[in-house]
């Protein structure tokens, strides 16, 4: 059975930083383009990073550019979002997902589907 589990989330204070993780069972993360996506509440679910599965090409979404980094760590299966310099607008829920996707098709679009694999998100909450 395929699971992803996201992990890190919390309180913060603004200019606070945290590191999200995305770790895996029953699938081999290194195959897909793993995206972080947020959803805060009354909004639009929205891709924030994407990393692709060979040459780790990445996107970030203008709100987050220079503030969050995306990585992975084939070894443990594991991708992260290394969150910078938080904001209270970054508060959401925060989702990896997991496809065969382009990784600006995967992050700007709405090609990820529930048939891909998808985390049960992780609450991040940016506030003094």
């Known amino acids: 059975q395929v699971q992803l589990a996201e992990s890190g989330g919390g309180l913060v204070q603004p200019g606070g930083s945290l590191r999200l993780s995305c770790a895996a069972s029953g699938v081999t993360l290194a195959y897909y383009a793993i995206g972080w996506f947020r959803q805060a509440p009354g909004k639009e679910r929205e891709g924030v990073s994407c990393?692709?599965?060979?040459?780790?090409?990445?996107y970030y979404a203008d709100s987050v550019k220079g503030r969050f980094t995306i990585s992975r760590d084939n070894a443990k299966n594991t991708v992260y979002l290394q969150m910078n310099s938080l904001e209270p607008e970054d508060t959401a829920v925060y989702y990896c997902a997991a496809g065969a996707y382009p990784v600006q098709a995967m992050c700007a679009t709405t090609i990820v589907s529930d048939k891909d694999y998808w985390g049960k998100g992780t609450l991040v909450t940016v506030s003094s």
């Open positions: 990393i692709s599965s060979v040459v780790d090409r990445t």
